[in-house]
């Protein structure tokens, strides 16, 4: 019986953003936020896990005021009760400031028997928040994990990794990152959406996780942005006759030096 | 006293790093020193160029558990930069100095140089379709992908070799380990890739790029829609953000779109060709050469011409 | 005012979205191809409650409102108009038994209809000139143990797959039309044959077929609202039915249009891409503007009716504007893709034959016109 926490962020959906041909500059205007892919990968196993084994789970976000569009998103994929941290700090957040903010949080709301983040985030995809955290907890993390499973107070993970696959096991609390390939998240059915307002969700104010304010300043900042852009021959051939395309391409794979 | 640490428990990986920690050593006058997981790699590392190289010895083989031995001998030598090899595992590790230095990292960073007191580093954002400058103070934390750089050629000088006895971490138990897919094949390595994606239709259609692959003398590749979804190759065929990284001198894509997060993991080949019945599929805006056609036509005859 | 759906709407529509991309993008080729009743999609869709959309909670219905509906079913018709023909087809039979229904009917159908494991389907046509005239008109005639139904019933869709069906027929056929009365009849019940499924020219994939009901022997409680209460329980189901359909037009013009605009970015003569050539330009945005609108439209009236509010004339409204404009998307953007939109390899082909089926059918004689002009000012 588990008690599972999931980390979570909201970002905006790369696929709506433009680069901008002129300045190669990025045109975030029409995006639309969604929760992280991987970190849906994450509330799904912990929903699973919950909904087999029983347990609770717990979603938690710190993110910018952007972050209570979210809410009810998450609540219907799975998780009784979400916990939010709007605060402009996320703005410009690096994973340093990220983890040490959710760190906090959780010392104030858990402890939790399990910690779960995607491998890493959507937009950034820094593959440091699991890590982090752990380590400020002084918790032991599994990640990369393609499979997990729950018996007492054992949790079982396998790790996939370049060349092979660990079977590792650990006793206690554990913070865990999954794989996209873990689970297929589920598309909420119009219950579970109903259902999301009847469930809770509780801001935490960051001014309650006593950080200090240099605490919340970036040790890594973006500096410059663009998009990139790849130039390419582009040279296509599109003849009626596959064949005429086929002996066009050869002759040019032959200049290439490549057959 | 500041330095340059470097570690990876994959030893190719950590010789490569040693071509961005010697430019460093030479910007900052600082010493490099690479941690090591074992004596041959020691042995291995210690011709290229490196201060000193420091063997971590632990009891237990699971790599993760060096992280808290790399703080310590980081931390304890004040020193400035950890370049990390940026295997999964490495990752990890890196994530977890970072956190108990409380210093800013970088992942994958592609391009590092020193500036304002720190370094600037290039890293991808949203999944390949952006580039992204970052300046991170020092101490600080990078992770640097294989074969982002090539290993320096050898030294005049030996580094100094010492070893260091490391406790193991308890907390985790590693039972089998299990070596995964196609053992002895390394996508990354070969010159010439095929990589298919969902305009096949079933799994023994696959043939059809194999033929081509044979006639080319290629590798196949994947996207993550046919490796993880289909399941018709395994995944370490794939090529993505979250994938592998190639960089062949040809890369032929067929039957795939060419969505963002699969050509970050191959926009650095030199020469793209693909074959795609979609005419505005985005691979095109990314291929040298392409070829608007059916692949169950195009394929059979592209490898009878090739054969000739 | 806020025009915006608000969050679980937002939500439900996104949970429409990518229920659509992953179960109907990979048939909708398919089904048009084969028309054969995709059956596992809708069990899909019973899973993730569609089917039970608008049925009250204590049915087992998601009671999310008809507002999510239209939402819902301008996601799905956007990938695949012929299921969201399934799903309208069945919602309306549901809820013209929620409306009118006794508690016990209630009990005895909706549950199972809001599980996907009863589909519904809604008879009301007749070759004759109205419903309850002419030779083969449905009657049903007074019996021992309730009524008995004798005629056909034309162009049923859902027909052979539903399991049940509320039906119309006029229980005096001198009177006519005057004396319909709803039924609810099981699939099963005796005499009912299903004649053979109807080659149509789109929406394939939803059965459309003619009803037998020979001798077919009701019980008293099959009634569904009172004698002869028929006309103005088909003429409400009907008003609610189009806002339904409305709804399945606006979603195919919208992935017409964008499908429409993206080619025309990427197709390039005589140097640039035809998407800079004003008469391009026109043709898109008059079709963006028109869907916009509708859906605009549709959210309105599906508001009024959500409300309980009087929503006929503006239903009417939407129906009208679609009629005329709606085929008019497809004919649009069918040129803006030239050859290519000719082509049945590509989609634009199939929505024509959709949006002909969501537009032209069910607007006989001066209906909807008449209604609005009796009711402006």
């Not at chain 1, 598309?187 to 240099?214: F, M, R, T, Y």
């Amino acid at each position: 019986m588990p008690k599972c926490l999931v980390c979570y962020k909201w970002t905006l959906d790369e696929q709506d953003i433009k680069i901008k041909p002129d300045d190669l500059s990025l045109d975030v205007s029409r995006a639309k936020g969604k929760i992280s892919d991987f970190d849906r990968n994450a509330i799904e196993e912990a929903s699973l896990l919950v909904e087999k084994d029983g347990g609770a789970v717990d979603a938690l976000t710190y993110g910018t005021t952007t972050v209570k569009q979210s809410l009810k998103d998450a609540l219907s994929r799975g998780p009784g009760k979400v916990y939010w941290i709007a605060d402009a700090s996320a703005e410009k957040a690096d994973a340093n400031v990220t983890a040490k903010v959710l760190a906090a949080a959780i010392r104030k709301i858990g402890p939790y028997d399990l910690i779960l983040c995607g491998e890493g985030s959507s937009d950034q995809f820094n593959q440091q928040t699991a890590s982090r955290v752990a380590a400020l907890l002084a918790l032991p993390c599994v990640s990369f994990v393609s499979k997990l499973s729950v018996a007492e107070n054992t949790v079982s993970a396998t790790r996939k990794l370049e060349e092979s696959q660990e079977d590792v096991t650990v006793k206690g609390p554990v913070v865990i990152s999954v794989l996209s390939e873990i689970n297929k998240p589920r598309i909420p059915s119009l219950k579970q959406v109903l259902g999301a307002s009847k469930k809770p969700n509780e801001e935490i104010k960051i001014a309650d996780l006593n950080l200090k304010p240099e605490e919340l300043l970036p040790k890594a900042v973006c500096k410059s942005v663009k998009g990139f852009v790849m130039k390419r021959k582009n040279i296509i051939y599109k003849e009626s006759a596959a064949a005429d395309n086929v002996a066009k391409l050869k002759a040019s794979l032959t200049t290439e030096g490549l057959c | 006293m500041p330095g340059i640490y470097i570690f990876s428990e994959d030893v190719a990986l950590a010789k490569q790093l040693l071509t961005p920690a010697l430019e460093l050593k030479k910007s900052l006058n600082q010493p490099v020193t690479v941690l090591a997981v074992s004596e041959p790699d020691a042995k291995e590392l210690s011709t290229l160029g490196a201060d000193k190289v420091v063997i971590l010895q632990s009891p237990s083989k699971w790599v993760d558990g060096f992280a808290e031995a790399i703080y310590k001998q980081f931390n304890d030598a004040k020193a400035s930069i950890l370049l990390v090899g940026g295997t999964l595992c490495g990752k990890g590790i890196a994530s977890y100095v970072a956190a108990k230095l409380d210093a800013g990292m970088v992942t994958d960073a592609t391009v590092l140089k020193v500036a304002d007191g720190g370094l600037l580093a290039t890293r991808v954002l949203y999944a390949g379709l952006a580039l992204c400058e970052e300046q991170v103070a020092l101490p600080a934390v990078l992770t640097i992908h294989a074969r982002t750089f090539l290993a320096p050629s050898a030294a005049a000088t030996p580094s100094v070799i010492e070893t260091v006895a490391v406790e193991a971490d308890t907390r985790v138990t590693v039972g089998k380990v299990t070596a995964t897919g196609d053992s002895g094949v390394d996508i990354t390595a070969a010159q010439k890739l095929v990589a298919v994606g969902r305009g096949f239709r079933k799994k023994e259609d696959l043939k059809l790029a194999e033929d081509l692959a044979a006639a080319l003398k290629a590798e196949l590749a994947c996207t993550r829609g046919v490796a993880e979804d289909e399941h018709w190759l395994p995944i370490a065929r794939y090529v993505g953000i979250s994938g592998q990284t190639v960089k062949p001198d040809l890369y032929l894509a067929v039957g795939l779109s060419g969505q963002v997060q699969h050509m970050v993991g191959c926009r650095g080949s030199k020469v793209i060709v693909a074959i795609n019945t979609d005419e505005h599929a985005p691979i095109f805006e990314s291929a040298d050469y392409g070829l608007v056609g059916d692949l169950y036509v195009v394929l059979p005859l592209l490898t009878a011409a090739l054969r000739k | 005012m806020n025009f915006d759906l608000t969050e679980e709407q937002q939500l439900i529509g996104q949970s429409a979205r990518d229920f659509a991309k992953q179960y109907l993008e990979p048939i909708a080729v398919g089904l048009d191809q084969t028309g054969e009743y995709p059956k596992a999609v809708v069990q899909a869709l019973a899973k993730h409650d569609f089917l039970g959309l608008l049925l009250p909670a204590d049915v087992g219905g998601a009671a999310a409102g008809f507002v999510s509906y239209v939402e819902v079913i301008e996601d799905l018709s956007r990938y695949c108009g012929a299921v969201a023909s399934i799903v309208n087809n069945h919602t309306i039979a549901a809820y013209t038994i929620q409306q009118w229904g006794t508690a016990e009917q209630k009990k005895q159908y909706l549950p199972a209809m809001a599980k996907g494991e009863l589909l519904g389907g809604f008879a009301i046509f007749e070759n004759g000139p109205m419903p309850g005239v002419g030779q083969d008109a449905l009657v049903a005639t007074k019996h021992d143990v309730g009524y008995v139904l004798n005629g056909k019933k034309a162009f049923v869709r859902n027909a052979g797959e539903a399991g049940v069906y509320v039906v119309f027929a006029t229980t005096d056929p001198a009177a006519g039309a005057k004396a319909l009365t709803a039924f609810i009849v099981p699939a099963n019940a005796v005499g009912v044959k299903v004649g053979e499924k109807l080659e149509t020219m789109g929406l394939k994939g939803c059965p459309v077929a003619e009803i037998t009901f020979e001798n077919v022997v009701l019980a008293e409680t099959a009634l569904l609202g009172a004698l002869n209460q028929g006309v103005e329980i088909s003429a409400k189901a009907l008003a609610v039915a189009s806002v339904a359909e409305a709804a399945q037009t606006v979603g195919i013009g919208q992935a017409a249009v964008e499908h429409a605009a993206a080619y025309a970015k990427q197709r390039v003569q005589f140097g640039k891409p035809v998407a800079v050539l004003q008469a391009i330009q026109t043709l898109l945005a008059e079709v963006a503007t028109d869907c916009h609108l509708a859906r605009l439209g549709v959210r309105n009236a599906a508001s009024l009716i959500e409300d309980g509010k009087p929503f006929e004339v503006e239903a009417a409204m939407v129906k009208s504007f679609l009629v005329r404009l709606g085929p008019k998307m497809l004919i649009d953007t069918c040129q803006v893709e030239g050859g290519f939109g000719y082509s049945e390899t590509m989609p634009l082909p199939r929505m024509f034959r959709d949006i002909a089926g969501t537009t032209l059918l069910d607007a006989p004689g001066d209906f909807p016109e008449k209604l609005i002009a009796a009711n402006i000012g």
